[in-house]
Every structure is written in C-alpha cells, then in structure tokens.
C-alpha cells in the first residue's frame, strides 16, 4: 500500500489529488504544521528537508513533489503523464516544475500573511511576491488563453494537478479577474470529481482560513 505523508492545505494535495485522479489506493499519514513532528528525526529519516509530500512507494521514500507525479506516471498512471519519445513530453516536464516555481511564491506569501505577526510583516516583501506571483500566472495565462481546456492540448495530465494545485491556493492572495482563461481553467478543476474527493480527504483547514488575503494597507 502506497503511504502518502500530508498535512492538510499543504504541497502534498497535489500528490494527493493525483492519487485521486489515478485511482491509486492509499493510505494517509497525517502530519501538522504544529508541534515539532515534521522535525523529528523520524520523519527527517524520510524526508531529509521535515516538509510534506514524502511518498512511500516500492520499497522506498520520495519526497519531491514533482518527482513523486513523475513516477507515479511511470509507474502506475501513463494516460497521466507523458512518456519519452511522446510529442508533448517537453512541454510535460516543462509544466510539472513550474507547478513548483508557483509554490514557490505562495510560500513567502503565506509565511508573510499567515505565519508572521502583524508587526513582523514586510509590505515590501508582501508587493514584490505578489508580483512575482502575478507574473508566473501570466506564463500559465498566456498557455491558457489558446483556447485549450488543461495545460497540454493531449488533454489532462498530471501537470494539472501540478500547477493547478498552486492555482487553488494563488487565488487566495490575487484575483482571477484579469485573468478569464485561468479562472475558466478553475472552474474546469474545481468541477473534476477527483478533485472533490482529494479535498474530502485533506482535512480540517490548519493555514489558509480566510478565502482572500488582501494586501495590508499602508
């Protein structure tokens, strides 16, 4: 049985939203951002970073999420990913790692927003990440704006749970307004049944309790 290490609203729902979508039997092991447990050398043995996914698989732990989708493609999903040799097998990789250069963004935004006291934020800090967020959604935008209905034109895949897992949590801290194409694109995740059953299984919300973030004043 495939062992899913998740904490609830973190990275690892795009793993868990994968396994969804793949139909892949699981088993959750649930972690919290409270406490000390992600940093306890237990679960440091398999996840050497203390962050969530961690993927036990055949024998062995993964704890990248892009390398996990990528071999859960390989390995047990193909009409998911893109196998080498396939046409759309560049774009595939392309995609699943820039779902990473998004959260990347998200973290700061979240640790700005959430995680630091009202007198420890920087509204410098705060503008340029949402910046640099509003531009790495303009890349996915501008895919979107083709007129296609997920990332790759041979139609779903795993990069879909990539990049539109930090689309679900972008939208917390930037509205969609400017954007129809992505907020089309949404509303085409949002209504997928794997998705509904991923965020039925996730778990009580433990960061983002408001549904928008706006910028401080000041």
Do not use: N
Not at 10 to 34: D, K, N
Not at 58 to 69: K, T
Not at 151 to 171: E, H, K, Q, T, Y
């Amino acid at each position: 049985m495939i062992v899913l290490h998740h904490a609830a609203q973190s990275r690892s729902f795009r793993v868990l939203w994968f396994l969804h979508e793949a139909g892949i039997p699981h088993r959750l092991e649930r972690h919290s951002f409270g406490g000390k447990a992600l940093r306890a050398p237990e679960f440091l043995a398999i996840s050497p970073a203390g962050r969530v996914p961690a993927l036990e698989v055949d024998g062995r732990v993964l704890f990248e999420s892009g390398a996990i989708l990528e071999y859960l493609c390989e390995t047990r999903a193909p009409a998911l990913g893109r196998a080498p040799g396939q046409a759309e097998r560049a774009d595939f990789l392309e995609w699943l790692h820039y779902g990473e250069t998004i959260a990347q963004h998200l973290a700061q935004l979240t640790f700005q927003h959430i995680v630091l006291r009202p007198e420890q934020r920087s509204l410098t800090v705060m503008k340029l990440e949402t910046l640099r967020l509003s531009r790495v959604l303009d890349g996915l935008a501008q895919v979107m704006g083709d007129g296609r209905d997920w990332l790759l034109p041979g139609g779903f895949s795993a990069v879909d749970c990539m990049a539109g897992g930090s689309l679900l949590i972008a939208r917390r801290f930037v509205s969609l307004d400017g954007w129809p194409a992505l907020d089309a694109w949404h509303e085409r995740l949002v209504a997928r049944p794997g998705l509904r059953a991923a965020q039925a299984e996730d778990g009580p919300a433990e960061l983002y309790r408001r549904d928008f973030y706006p910028m401080p004043e000041g």
